[in-house]
């Protein structure tokens, strides 16, 4: 497909490299020749330097001939201004727009015909929503689901005092005494697809697939102590902070907002009536003490500033705080943070792309698109979901006598509301949930490409 996308920051530079290793032949615009010119180098694709909201830069860039135009400049209004314009240009384009403002979320939502808006995404309200799912239901590093709430794939590290150390997966059913399966190891960095022989060891992240039921059973077997989150402190003001402590006052957590522009305290304050906002550096250890770091359920650093987010997180493991979610913008070597403990880790342009990956595919390949796309294993593997259709080979026939291609595993199957975890006799029918888990060496476009 053709694809524009316009502007090259954190989240345009990482759609532009998901997108090219998967075969688009991409466009990108920006303001700034230097950005562009890195861009350049670093993928093979067409750069064009102007205003996106200009028609003669959408011009340039081949608007009337794109199947796919991706707004993600850092303002809202140039991005409403550009899908707008670019869909009178050519009116059968698909159009992602990126609005982060919460004024505009209502409205946006109501006129989105109006501004040619096939889809509009919003990294901190989806990061947001991820923080509150961890809060709200503690033990492990991160949480995806499926199939509608049913199905959930959650990661956690094994110590070396976890039960699970040294456990192989052919007893793993005999050790946890619950139904789970292990689909993906991170180890040293590195993704595995494990079968029954694997061993799982110290310092292991796995992700596990089960039903939200068989994961707190999980928990509990494990010795893994959760309870309700009573108070949380989030370190930083901006806009994932403002949606994060909305939604855990709604599910009655007290909130404390730390913010070290005194403008931006005013306009919380003001926003949100019934949220401690106090002034002040969230990177003052004896701030933090004040303010009862020790005593919280929950710390949660959201700053602009990747580094001062796993500063504040160290001291906070340090205050022996339970849990801490630690938001990176554009960090990404995973084996420094492996060895940190700064709790989960969340990206807000990674969560963003996952959704306009699934919208990519989807129309790319109409019949039997992903329902869901997630990646997981520090961008190593996939996790998709996929509706099971009349188009869909080997209706019926079991696991065992299937041939499925390299490092692909069928997580998990959901059938009239009821998730199993399969095995060799597992099979599945027209109106199933499958989900599957895949490393990246090849784009799962729908079901049947899984098979050898």
């Keep these: 497909m053709k694809i524009i996308i316009a502007g090259d920051g954190k989240v345009g530079s990482t759609l532009t490299k998901q997108l090219v290793a998967e075969g688009h032949d991409i466009t990108l615009i920006d303001a700034k020749a230097e950005v562009l010119e890195v861009s350049e180098e670093r993928y093979d694709i067409m750069a064009v330097q102007g205003n996106c909201a200009s028609m003669a830069t959408l011009s340039k860039a081949g608007v009337e001939e794109a199947d796919l135009l991706l707004v993600m400049t850092g303002a809202d209004e140039v991005n409403l201004l550009c899908s707008t314009i670019a869909h009178g240009m050519n009116p059968k384009l698909h159009t992602i727009a990126r609005i982060r403002n919460p004024e505009y979320k209502d409205q946006i939502y109501q006129m989105r015909h109006l501004f040619g808006l096939s889809m509009v995404v919003n990294p901190e309200m989806q990061a947001a ?11 492990f590093l991160k949480r995806d689901t499926f199939a509608k709430g049913r199905v959930e794939i959650v990661e956690l590290k094994i110590g070396e005092d976890s039960k699970l150390c040294n456990v192989g997966l052919f007893d793993l059913q005999n050790v946890v ?15 595995v697809i494990p079968d029954g022989n694997f061993v799982l060891q110290n310092g292991d992240r796995i992700f596990v697939t089960a039903s939200p039921r068989e994961l707190t059973i999980f928990l509990k077997n494990m010795g893994i102590i959760t309870h309700k989150a009573k108070r949380a402190l989030l370190c930083g003001g901006g806009r994932l902070s403002y949606y994060l402590a909305q939604m855990l006052w709604h599910d009655g957590i007290m909130v404390e907002i730390i913010e070290q522009d005194y403008d931006r305290c005013l306009s919380l304050a003001n926003q949100l009536p019934n949220i401690t906002v106090v002034h002040g550096d969230a990177s003052n250890e004896f701030l933090l003490e004040r303010e009862g770091m020790g005593e919280c359920d929950a710390l949660v650093t959201l700053t602009g500033v990747d580094e001062m987010n796993l500063f504040i997180s160290l001291i906070a493991d340090k205050a022996g705080v339970p849990q801490i979610i630690t938001k990176l913008g554009r960090l990404t070597n995973n084996r420094i943070l492996d060895t940190l403990p700064v709790g989960s880790t969340i990206s807000p342009k990674d969560l963003c792309c996952n959704d306009i990956v ?5 129309i790319r390949n109409q019949t039997g698109a992903a329902q869901a796309v997630n990646v997981i294993a520090d961008g190593q593997a996939e996790a998709i979901e996929f509706i099971v259709d009349g188009n869909t080979k080997h209706c019926g026939e079991p696991l065992k006598k299937l041939k499925l291609k390299k490092n692909i595993r069928v997580a998990g199957i959901n059938r009239h509301n009821s998730f199993e975890i399969p095995n060799g006799d597992s099979f599945y029918e027209a109106g199933n949930n499958v989900i599957i888990v895949t490393s990246r060496d090849e784009v799962i476009y729908q079901l049947n490409d899984i098979f050898a």
């Design 129 to 139: 929503i991820e923080m509150e799912r961890l809060i709200k239901y503690p033990g």
């Design 177 to 191: 005494k619950c139904k789970i399966l292990v689909c993906a190891v991170l180890r040293n960095s590195k993704a």
């Design 358 to 362: 699934r919208y990519v595919r989807a």
